[in-house]
């Protein structure tokens, strides 16, 4: 069975950074699609960034100048970097492949 652990999560305070991590445990067979995804207290779950099969890749408006994401080599594990943090940043990130999620990971930007 697949699953999909986030890591790197954590309190920072504003203009501080932070690295996601998502990697992906089991047998899965080529390269897909993966994103991040967020969700603060009390709001929707948010599109925030997708890496495609061949690199191309799609940043929410929020924060298209402060974070990207990448990909590990052929590998169905990403990161998302997160630059320049705002305390509205502060959400559960989470990591979807195809429709799976993993358990995400807590950011808190405060200081």
């Known amino acids: 069975q697949v699953q999909l652990v986030e890591s790197g999560g954590g309190l920072v305070q504003p203009g501080g950074s932070l690295r996601l991590s998502c990697h992906t445990i089991?047998?899965?067979?080529?390269?897909?699609?993966m994103a991040w995804y967020r969700q603060a207290p009390g709001k929707q779950r948010e599109f925030v960034a997708r890496?495609?099969?061949?690199?191309?890749?799609d940043i929410a408006d929020a924060v298209k100048d402060r974070f990207t994401i990448s990909r590990e080599g052929q590998q169905n594990t990403v990161h998302l970097q997160m630059n320049s943090l705002k305390p509205e940043d502060t959400a559960i990130y989470y990591c979807?492949?195809?429709?799976?999620w993993g358990q995400g990971t807590q950011v808190t930007v405060s200081s």
């Open positions: 890496i495609y099969n061949r690199g191309r890749t």
């Open positions: 979807n492949l195809s429709g799976l």
């Open positions: 089991g047998t899965f067979s080529g390269i897909y699609a």
